[in-house]
């Protein structure tokens, strides 16, 4: 555990992990470092004692060296031994890894998972951009109100209102009074309210100087912009990301379950907001 860096009492997946991290580290491949080569064998026979590996019996001296903690000297014919068991070692168990990704690849390319993952993942982008449009990059339409009552906050700090407009009715607003816009707001003046142009949401309201002046709504679902944009828009890892790798596989489960998850959850408060 202490040549890999961790506790006694680490978990498989944690040992697993180290291993991985530490091994294309100290790879003689790409570390020159003549301490990374011996290192480079110690992590590989520490490795496979834990796991209790099969290939732990073909280790030169192994446990020679494990009662003496690789503290003593080697010889160059025993370093060349067990650097050549190491790199045998490290070969075949990223062969077995490759192997089990390319399994798991091919199991969902003939599953249901492999179209419906296309699927919920072109929705998910589709939603994310249409949301980047109506909020960020298509103009909002403002509209002439009147309040119709108002009452504030103090412990949010928030002025709520509800506003009567032509078309909508009564409409709730919830004003931050800590809005760099809202020391030019006041409810004495005309007052406008801006709507987006694709899901006519509520998104602000001032006295008409423009939609760079507008005190924001936090009643509004667009409070919550960022998140739905950034985790709608991840299932691009989903469709461009190219098989077999874990980053595909990953994505495949996580992001279209997440995407799924997300949607709902945007479909509900697009119903009850």
Same mark, same amino acid.
């Given at each position: 555990?202490?040549?890999?860096?961790?506790?006694? =009492?680490?978990?498989?997946?944690?040992?697993?992990?180290?291993?991985?991290?530490?091994?294309?580290?100290?790879?003689?491949?790409?570390?020159?470092?003549?301490?990374?080569?011996?290192?480079?064998?110690?992590? =590989?026979?520490?490795?496979?004692?834990?796991?209790?590996?099969?290939?732990?019996?073909?280790?030169?001296?192994?446990? #020679?060296?494990?009662?003496?903690?690789?503290?003593?000297?080697?010889?160059?014919?025993?370093?060349?031994?067990?650097? #050549?068991?190491?790199?045998?070692?490290?070969?075949?168990?990223?062969?077995?890894? #490759?192997?089990?990704?390319?399994?798991?690849?091919?199991?969902?390319?003939?599953?249901?998972?492999?179209?419906?993952?296309?699927?919920?993942?072109?929705?998910?982008?589709?939603?994310?951009?249409?949301?980047?449009?109506?909020?960020?990059?298509?103009?909002?339409?403002?509209?002439?109100?009147?309040?119709?009552?108002? =009452?504030?906050?103090?412990?949010?700090?928030?002025?709520?209102?509800?506003?009567?407009?032509?078309?909508?009715?009564?409409?709730?607003?919830?004003?931050?009074?800590?809005?760099?816009?809202?020391?030019?707001?006041? /409810?004495?003046?005309?007052?406008?309210?801006?709507?987006?142009?694709?899901?006519?949401?509520? /998104?602000?309201? =001032?006295?008409?100087?423009?939609?760079?002046?507008?005190?924001?709504?936090?009643?509004?679902?667009?409070?919550?912009?960022?998140?739905?944009?950034?985790?709608?828009?991840?299932?691009?890892?989903?469709?461009?990301?190219?098989?077999?790798?874990?980053?595909?596989?990953?994505?495949?489960?996580?992001?279209?379950?997440?995407?799924?998850?997300?949607?709902?959850?945007?479909?509900?408060?697009?119903?009850?907001?």
């Amino acid at each position: 555990m202490k040549i890999l860096g961790l506790k006694p =009492n680490a978990e498989e997946k944690q040992i697993k992990s180290a291993y991985r991290k530490l091994a294309k580290l100290y790879h003689p491949d790409v570390n020159n470092d003549p301490n990374s080569h011996q290192l480079f064998i110690k992590i =590989n026979e520490a490795y496979a004692k834990l796991i209790n590996d099969d290939l732990v019996d073909e280790i030169p001296h192994y446990k #020679e060296e494990f009662q003496k903690k690789h503290n003593r000297p080697i010889s160059e014919e025993e370093f060349n031994k067990r650097m #050549e068991w190491a790199r045998n070692y490290a070969k075949v168990k990223s062969i077995k890894e #490759e192997r089990i990704v390319r399994i798991s690849f091919i199991q969902i390319r003939k599953s249901f998972m492999y179209r419906f993952s296309k699927i919920v993942s072109i929705v998910s982008v589709s939603l994310a951009t249409i949301l980047l449009f109506d909020y960020a990059i298509l103009k909002p339409t403002p509209s002439i109100c009147t309040i119709k009552n108002r =009452n504030f906050d103090p412990t949010n700090n928030m002025l709520n209102l509800v506003i009567q407009t032509p078309a909508s009715g009564d409409v709730k607003f919830s004003l931050d009074q800590m809005d760099p816009n809202y020391h030019n707001f006041s /409810i004495k003046r005309p007052l406008y309210f801006y709507t987006t142009p694709i899901f006519r949401e509520k /998104i602000g309201i =001032n006295n008409g100087q423009g939609e760079d002046f507008m005190v924001f709504n936090y009643k509004s679902f667009y409070v919550a912009f960022y998140f739905y944009a950034i985790a709608l828009f991840m299932p691009f890892i989903t469709l461009f990301s190219r098989g077999p790798n874990l980053i595909y596989i990953l994505s495949v489960y996580f992001n279209t379950y997440l995407s799924l998850i997300i949607m709902f959850i945007f479909l509900l408060t697009l119903i009850f907001n």
